[in-house]
């Protein structure tokens, strides 16, 4: 795969929708995460925008197996990616995340971690699932701490919205499971009123849920906690 070329270091709008759900950031590497994207990238990581095409990404040769396969969006610095894969040998983790810093500390975790159930994706996670991700081609996907959007005027960047879970949901099997955190208690809410409201999602539980133990603090959720915030879990299974 090439490693992502300076002008998409800035990750582009979606052409098939304006609305980004990140905040485009352009914020140095610093010598040992450019490392690790030089060294990594070409054999652990791929370009959403540069590497994937119209058709069904390849899994099974990213791979070199064909299993469940679980997809993180919005990976971040990748810490809890890399436990929970760890921890989930016959699973492939598919991470994806906008924010290069992010791909470059995944793939570092990842290589020294000698992972081989986890590849990094640079860009639009919501692009790819468009694109490049079959229907009913997902064991679980994953959202933790989406970007919170708090003005009213932004809810419509939300990760975690009607339309998106249709799309997430179409990409799961039946018995897959979208599980998504958030600290943002109106977030919550509303992330529990869009997952309720698609016919093919059941909740595994009544309402929320507390942090499952597979699923690690994550840095994000940290800092939220940090400010007195409340989290909050969801998982969805697909029933049909
Ligand atoms: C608030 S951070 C949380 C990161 C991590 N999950 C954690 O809990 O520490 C949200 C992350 O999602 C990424 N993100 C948001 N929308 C995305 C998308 N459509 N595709 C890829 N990454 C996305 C952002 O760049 C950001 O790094």
Not at 16 to 42: K, N, Q
Not at 106 to 112: S, W
């Amino acid at each position: 795969m090439s490693l992502p070329s300076d002008a998409f270091r800035l990750v582009a709008a979606r052409p098939h929708d304006p609305l980004r759900t990140y905040h485009p950031r352009r914020s140095s590497l610093g010598p040992d995460r450019e490392e690790d994207l030089r060294v990594h990238f070409p054999f652990l990581g791929f370009s959403v925008h540069d590497d994937t095409g119209d058709g069904p990404l390849d899994t099974t040769s990213m791979f070199g197996r064909s299993a469940p396969l679980v997809l993180e969006i919005g990976s971040g610095m990748g810490e809890t990616t890399a436990v929970m894969a760890a921890a989930d040998p016959d699973r492939d983790y598919l991470a994806v995340e906008a924010h290069l810093p992010g791909v470059a500390s995944l793939l570092g975790l990842v290589a020294r971690g000698g992972l081989t159930n986890v590849r990094v994706g640079h860009g639009d996670a919501l692009d790819l699932v468009r694109r490049a991700l079959p229907t009913e081609s997902l064991d679980a996907v994953h959202v933790f701490f989406p970007d919170p959007w708090p003005k009213a005027r932004h809810h419509k960047r939300r990760l975690v919205q009607p339309s998106h879970v249709a799309l997430l949901r179409s990409r799961l099997v039946v018995g897959g499971v979208l599980h998504c955190a958030t600290d943002w208690v109106d977030y919550a809410d509303a992330m529990l009123e869009a997952l309720s409201a698609d016919p093919f999602l059941e909740n595994t539980s009544t309402g929320f849920l507390d942090r499952p133990p597979h699923r690690p603090v994550t840095k994000f959720e940290q800092r939220g906690l940090d400010l007195g915030h409340e989290v909050r879990d969801l998982v969805f299974r697909r029933v049909r």
